[in-house]
Every structure is written in structure tokens, then in C-alpha cells.
């Protein structure tokens, strides 16, 4: 049965007409600063939900496991529970590899993918304790190496598969761990690389945050969430 379960790669967002599950559960969104995380936050509270949001700018860096662990003791400290985690912290370099500096590209690396699963690792034992979700975050160039973002691109990749193989080891705990793959967003850090865009190609950050808590509240787990520009979420 497992294995059919994670055989699936991508699906569409589900549809959840009644969001009222958030009300009075604990969220913890790290990167939440701007873009995406800061749109979760967000509508997360406007649902009811105690939200929790971290990121490099108010001293937590997913990067150093050690952060990430300290910031959700200091929840669990302060509401006795975590119901849910997200990850949306990111970060985009530009350049051929043979161009770049390695350290530039070690701390890219360090970020999308050694910042998910230090947030991974370090939700464990909260969202076993109360049987919750964890989402983290994907790239629509994880199924393919792009030239000039390779790093990023790979990155993502790994994420999926780390993703897919926590959901699975997770399954008898009642943990879901789900990643949302949006097309491409209207973010601080898509603008600080591609420049203005006509806003009409770019999915609404908000549109990202809706699908991300949605997932969060659905039975789903070990899957790529697509969320895609001009679909109703859930629409089949």
C-alpha cells in the first residue's frame, strides 16, 4: 500500500471549502518574512490559528539546526504543542557554476536544502506528539536542471525526494510532510533575479499561502502540490 502511495509525484492542491481546522491550533512558519511565509502568516492568523512566524531577519536560520530547534522550544514552551510547520525559506542565485564562487553557492545549498531538513528533523517529535503536518517547498525546475540556476534547481529536487521518503517513514505516526510546488511567483526573490515580470504570468503569493494551508489540513502526505496560475485550487 505504500508503495502505490509515494508512487504518485504530483498532484493537483485539494479543495477545502471550511478552513475553520486552524482555529486555536499552533503554526510555525519559518521564513516568514516576506513573500510566500509572510502571506501563510498571514491568512493563518486571519483563520484563528496561533502563528508562529521566524526568519534570518528576527534571528532564526534554517541553516543552523541548533536555530530551528530553539525557535520551536520556544513555541512548544509557550503553547505546550505544535500543530503545524512550514518551510518556505529560500534562496535563488543566478550564474553558471563553473562561474561562481563555491562558497556562494555551498550557503544556497545550506539554505534550500540543509534548511529543509534541519526543519524536518526538528519538527519530528511536535507533530508526532500531535499528529500534525509539515509542508515544505519545491520549484517548478525540480523536475529539470535549468541552465544558470542548476544549483537551485537541484536543490529542489532533493527536497522532493527528502520529502517523499520522510512521508513514508513517517506514516505509522500520523505525521503528514507534503511539499507545495508553485509555478512561477510573485516574490521579492523571483523580482530580485528575473527583474519585472508582467504580473499576469505569476501566480498571487496569496494563491501559494491558500493551496500551502489547505495541504496543511488535508489527510495527504508524500506528495508534490501543484499550484498553478488561473486554476481554481482543487479543480481537477
Same mark, same amino acid.
Given at each position: 500500500?505504500?508503495? !502505490? ?14 478552513? !475553520? #481546522? ?5 503554526? &510555525?512558519?519559518? %521564513?516568514? %518574512? ?10 493563518? *492568523? %486571519? ?21 530551528? $530547534? ?25 550564474? !553558471? &557554476? +563553473? ?11 545550506? &539554505? ?7 526543519? @524536518? !528533523?526538528a519538527s519530528v517529535a ?5 499528529? #500534525? ?24 529536487? +532533493? ?5 517523499? =521518503?520522510?512521508? *513514508?517513514?513517517? @506514516? =505509522?505516526?500520523?505525521? $503528514? ?20 515580470e508582467d504580473p499576469r ?7 501559494? +499561502? ?12 508524500g506528495q508534490v502540490v501543484?499550484?498553478? $496560475? =488561473?486554476? $481554481?485550487?482543487?479543480?481537477?
Amino acid at each position: 500500500m505504500a508503495d !502505490k502511495l509515494f508512487q504518485i509525484r504530483s498532484i493537483r492542491a485539494p479543495l477545502e471549502e471550511n478552513l !475553520k #481546522g486552524f482555529e486555536g491550533k499552533v503554526l &510555525v512558519c519559518f %521564513g516568514a %518574512g516576506k513573500g510566500i511565509g509572510r502571506e501563510v502568516v498571514q491568512r493563518a *492568523e %486571519g483563520l484563528g490559528a496561533r502563528v508562529y512566524g521566524t526568519s534570518l531577519s528576527t534571528g532564526t536560520d534554517v541553516c543552523d539546526y541548533k536555530s530551528v $530547534r530553539g525557535f520551536l522550544e520556544g513555541v512548544l514552551l509557550q503553547e505546550g504543542r505544535i500543530d503545524f510547520v512550514v518551510n518556505t525559506a529560500g534562496l535563488l542565485g543566478m550564474g !553558471k &557554476v +563553473a562561474d561562481r564562487e563555491i562558497e556562494t553557492m555551498r550557503r544556497e545549498i545550506e &539554505v534550500n536544502y540543509l534548511g529543509a531538513l534541519n526543519v @524536518l !528533523k526538528a519538527s519530528v517529535a511536535p507533530l508526532r506528539a500531535s499528529r #500534525g503536518s509539515l509542508v515544505l517547498f519545491t520549484s517548478s525546475s525540480y523536475t529539470r536542471g535549468r541552465a544558470l540556476y542548476s544549483v537551485y534547481s537541484s536543490c529542489k529536487a +532533493a527536497v522532493v525526494n527528502l520529502m517523499q =521518503g520522510a512521508a *513514508e517513514e513517517l @506514516l =505509522g505516526d500520523g505525521v $503528514r510532510v507534503n511539499v507545495i510546488n508553485p509555478e512561477r511567483t510573485a516574490t521579492p526573490m523571483r523580482r530580485e533575479n528575473f527583474g519585472l515580470e508582467d504580473p499576469r504570468t505569476l501566480l498571487d503569493p496569496r494563491e501559494v +499561502a491558500e493551496a500551502t494551508l489547505q495541504t496543511l489540513l488535508s489527510p495527504l502526505t508524500g506528495q508534490v502540490v501543484d499550484v498553478k $496560475r =488561473g486554476e $481554481r485550487v482543487g479543480e481537477p
